[in-house]
Every structure is written in structure tokens, then in C-alpha cells.
């Protein structure tokens, strides 16, 4: 290993001296003549290599503060101000460097390696928690599910067979949070296409569901009948009859009466929206009754896994892609936990149970890598790949346009309310 030195600022040999002395632990040496030193730990340097820190120099009160480059010290633990402001620097220095960070991600790597496989567990969850636990529905079954939909599955096409398949996890940790809903619950499902939860929902569930179909009517061409009767037919005859409406979820008024319905969904949409989620939180809260429940689910816009990808230098949007289709083909923004909690108090709604939730196991290329970003979080409570959320509707909309959680610019807000 080569030798790399890292460097902080000093201002003398004395001072410089009495650094080590205290610290017996760090090698410490005025290299020439440019005042700064070079820190080593044990026999073997850190390999880092830091950028030359500058800071003022202190203004000497005394002869002998002058004599020391010191200014104004007393002692706090056995280690005067000055010089613990020089040691911090130092520190800083070499834990923020990128050298360190790929140094200890390697020794992390080589470590979780040489573990015994009983240990290796044991070292994950000291560093993630339970980041890596995988949400367990237990209400429907995942091969009660998939023989539901192979039922009807020969209506759709390879590309819709492969989505319901790769989402069926989510489909099922969905529905897991609607327990006590009696049959007779209207529901509202936004952002229904391709179908696949409103199977589930029907078969296992409820009886009475409305679908809405996002339509983004920017783009030309789209000339989508407003109401649209469905029909979905299984292999042995069965049929499900759903009315489906096309509109935009964020901009147009809704076309339900109010209080129509006790449950409305909205699975994997919020995420779309480009311009006003508040608008759809509004229409929820009118179309619901008193008491009735919104459900949202979308993928968490603060995972430790988007963490992980930001220090790779990679786009941490799951869905970031251009598409022809419009720009709410594309997710524009991945709500946080704080931003639903901040849509909900302010769209006149309780808070019954938010969570963060894996549908299936994370894939994470360096146990390494992510111990680093896990120590980075305040808390890893909200981290997992994805949220669902339910709340009660208690009373009106409180805050049509909320600033907090940098949802809305203050500065446009008046403008949004005199054009509302």
C-alpha cells in the first residue's frame, strides 16, 4: 500500500508538537516549510488523499498565544479549542475524501466476505436494520392470485402477461392494508390500465368498483371516449362488468358526485404527476365520504437504494426516461413519506398507517457500499424501496397549495390561487 499523506491546516511547530503530544495516537510532522501537516495512523497511513484546508488564523491576545499561533485557548477534555478545530479539520478532511470512502467500502466488502455465512447476517443488520425485510401478505395467496389472473390473461398481451407477473408482490402487499372492508365498499380505482390489481380486487374483495383511466389529452391524437364500459371474461365464462372514465387525475374535475365512494386507490400514480398533486388529494377528499379512506402506494423517493445510486453518480428516479407518450408517462416525482404525510394533513385527511415496504428483496451490488450510505441516514425507520400509505378522510381541504416539504414555490402559490 502506498503511502498518501492527508493535511490540515497549522500554524507552527509548536503548536504542532503539542498536537502529537496530546494525541499520541496520530503521527504527526510539519512537512517543509508551507506550515501544514501530514497526519499518519499506526504503521500503516490511511490511503486518502485530501485537499489543502484553509481557514483564518487566529488573532494572538497574548505574547505567549502569539509564540504558539494561538489564539484565546482553554482546555476542554485535555485539548485546547485551537487545537481541537485543527484535529476536527483534519478528520473531516479524510473521512469526507473519496479515497476513504473507497477504502473503507473495500474493507466492508472484504469483511462481509470472509464472515462465516452465521455472521454475515449479523453484520447486515448492525449496519441496515431491517432494511433488507421483504413485506409477507398474508390475505390472498400468491398462487391463489396468479390462478386468478391466468384465468383472463389470454385478453392480454405478452407485454401486459410480463407486468402483472413482475408486480404481483405489490399487488398483494396492496390489498393486505384493506382489511375490515366489508364487500359492499364502493371503491374508486385511479390509474386502473393494465388491470391486474383490479382483478384482484374484485375477485377477492369488493363488489362495487369504478375505474379511472389516466389521460394525459395534451397529446394529439388521443381521442378516448370519456366512459367506457369493460368487460373482463375468464377462460370458464366468468365475466367482470366495470364502468371506466378517462381523465386527468391532477388537473380535471372528477366525474363522480360527492361522496360517492368509501375507498378511493390510487396505486403507482402520484408518482406521474408533473404539476399538481394537490388537485387529485382535493377530488379524493370530495368524492369520499365522511370517513372514507384513500389509499396511495408509490416507490419511496428517499430508499437507502436511490441513496446508494446517488453515490454512484447514477439517476436515482426509478422510471427517469423521455417518453413520446407525454411526461406523465415518466415519473416526474417519487413522493417521500413526508411529502404524503404533508398531501394528507393538508387535503383534510389522518394519517390511519404509512409504511415503507420491499416488495422483493433489494439487489445490492456492494454490502459495502451500502453500509457506507446507511451511516449516512439519520434513521433507516422509512428506507425500504416503496410506501403505502392510508388516510382517513376527517374534514374539508385545509391548504390547497402547501409549501412544506418543498411541494409547492411560495412564490407561485399566490398566482395558482388567483388562476384557480
Given at each position: 500500500m502506498s503511502k498518501v499523506t492527508a493535511w490540515c491546516p497549522i500554524e507552527s511547530a509548536a503548536a504542532e508538537l503539542r498536537l502529537q503530544a496530546r494525541h499520541p495516537l496520530?503521527?504527526?510532522?510539519?512537512?517543509?516549510?508551507?506550515?501544514?501537516?501530514?497526519?499518519?495512523?499506526?504503521?500503516?497511513?490511511?490511503?486518502?488523499?485530501?485537499?489543502?484546508?484553509?481557514?483564518?488564523r487566529p488573532t494572538a491576545r497574548s505574547a505567549g498565544a502569539e509564540r504558539r499561533g494561538l489564539?484565546?485557548?482553554?482546555?476542554?477534555?485535555?485539548?485546547?479549542?485551537?487545537?481541537?478545530?485543527?484535529?476536527?479539520?483534519?478528520?473531516m478532511s479524510i473521512l469526507n475524501s473519496q479515497a476513504t470512502r473507497e477504502y473503507l467500502h473495500q474493507f466492508l466488502a472484504k469483511l462481509y466476505q470472509r464472515l462465516p455465512t452465521r455472521y454475515q447476517q449479523s453484520l447486515?443488520?448492525?449496519?441496515?436494520?431491517?432494511?433488507?425485510?421483504?413485506d409477507q401478505p398474508q390475505r390472498?395467496?400468491?398462487?391463489?392470485?396468479?390462478?386468478?389472473?391466468?384465468?383472463?390473461?389470454?385478453?392480454?398481451?405478452?407485454?401486459?402477461?410480463?407486468?402483472?407477473?413482475?408486480?404481483?408482490?405489490?399487488?398483494?402487499?396492496?390489498?393486505?392494508?384493506?382489511?375490515d372492508l366489508p364487500r359492499s365498499t364502493r371503491v374508486l380505482e385511479l390509474g386502473a390500465p393494465p388491470h391486474g390489481m383490479t382483478l384482484i380486487l374484485r375477485h377477492f374483495f369488493f363488489d362495487h368498483i369504478e375505474l379511472g383511466a389516466f389521460l394525459d389529452e395534451d397529446?394529439?391524437?388521443?381521442?378516448?371516449?370519456?366512459?367506457?364500459?369493460?368487460?373482463?371474461?375468464?377462460?370458464?365464462?366468468?365475466s367482470y362488468e366495470f364502468s371506466e372514465r378517462y381523465f386527468?387525475?391532477?388537473?380535471?374535475?372528477?366525474?363522480?358526485?360527492?361522496?360517492?365512494?368509501?375507498?378511493?386507490?390510487?396505486?403507482?400514480?402520484?408518482?406521474?404527476?408533473?404539476?399538481?398533486?394537490?388537485?387529485?388529494i382535493?377530488?379524493?377528499?370530495?368524492?369520499?365520504?365522511?370517513?372514507?379512506?384513500?389509499?396511495?402506494?408509490?416507490?419511496?423517493?428517499v430508499s437507502l437504494s436511490k441513496l446508494?445510486?446517488?453515490?454512484?453518480?447514477?439517476?436515482?428516479?426509478?422510471?427517469?426516461?423521455?417518453?413520446?407518450?407525454?411526461?406523465?408517462?415518466?415519473?416526474?416525482?417519487?413522493?417521500?413519506?413526508?411529502?404524503?404525510?404533508?398531501?394528507?394533513?393538508?387535503?383534510?385527511?389522518?394519517?390511519?398507517?404509512?409504511?415503507?415496504?420491499?416488495?422483493?428483496?433489494?439487489?445490492?451490488e456492494s454490502m459495502g457500499r451500502l453500509c457506507l450510505a446507511a451511516a449516512l441516514c439519520t434513521s433507516l425507520e422509512e428506507r425500504r424501496e416503496c410506501t403505502i400509505a392510508v388516510a382517513r378522510k376527517v374534514g374539508p381541504v385545509r391548504e390547497r397549495y402547501p409549501t412544506s416539504s418543498r411541494l409547492y414555490y411560495s412564490w407561485d402559490v399566490e398566482r395558482l390561487k388567483a388562476s384557480a
Open positions: 496520530l503521527r504527526v510532522r510539519v512537512v517543509g516549510d508551507d506550515g501544514h501537516l501530514r497526519f499518519a495512523e499506526g504503521a500503516e497511513p490511511i490511503p486518502v488523499q485530501v485537499l489543502h484546508q484553509t481557514g483564518p489564539a484565546g485557548t482553554r482546555q476542554i477534555g485535555g485539548i485546547d479549542r485551537a487545537d481541537g478545530r485543527w484535529l476536527k479539520s483534519a478528520l447486515v443488520d448492525l449496519a441496515v436494520g431491517d432494511y433488507f425485510q421483504v390472498v395467496k400468491r398462487e391463489d392470485a396468479h390462478a386468478v389472473l391466468k384465468r383472463f390473461i389470454p385478453e392480454m398481451n405478452a407485454e401486459t402477461i410480463q407486468y402483472h407477473q413482475g408486480h404481483m408482490s405489490r399487488y398483494l402487499s396492496t390489498v393486505e392494508r384493506l382489511k397529446l394529439p391524437g388521443h381521442e378516448t371516449p370519456p366512459v367506457e364500459p369493460r368487460v373482463m371474461r375468464s377462460l370458464d365464462g366468468e386527468n387525475c391532477e388537473r380535471d374535475k372528477w366525474p363522480y358526485s360527492d361522496g360517492e365512494f368509501d375507498l378511493v386507490m390510487a396505486c403507482e400514480l402520484f408518482e406521474h404527476f408533473a404539476l399538481d398533486p394537490m388537485h387529485a382535493s377530488e379524493a377528499n370530495r368524492v369520499l365520504r365522511d370517513n372514507g379512506r384513500l389509499l396511495i402506494s408509490v416507490p419511496n423517493g446508494l445510486q446517488i453515490s454512484a453518480g447514477v439517476q436515482p428516479n426509478s422510471f427517469p426516461f423521455y417518453r413520446p407518450m407525454g411526461v406523465n408517462a415518466r415519473h416526474n416525482r417519487e413522493p417521500t413519506p413526508e411529502d404524503l404525510r404533508t398531501l394528507f394533513a393538508a387535503g383534510g385527511f389522518e394519517v390511519e398507517k404509512l409504511e415503507t415496504v420491499n416488495y422483493e428483496q433489494p439487489q445490492v
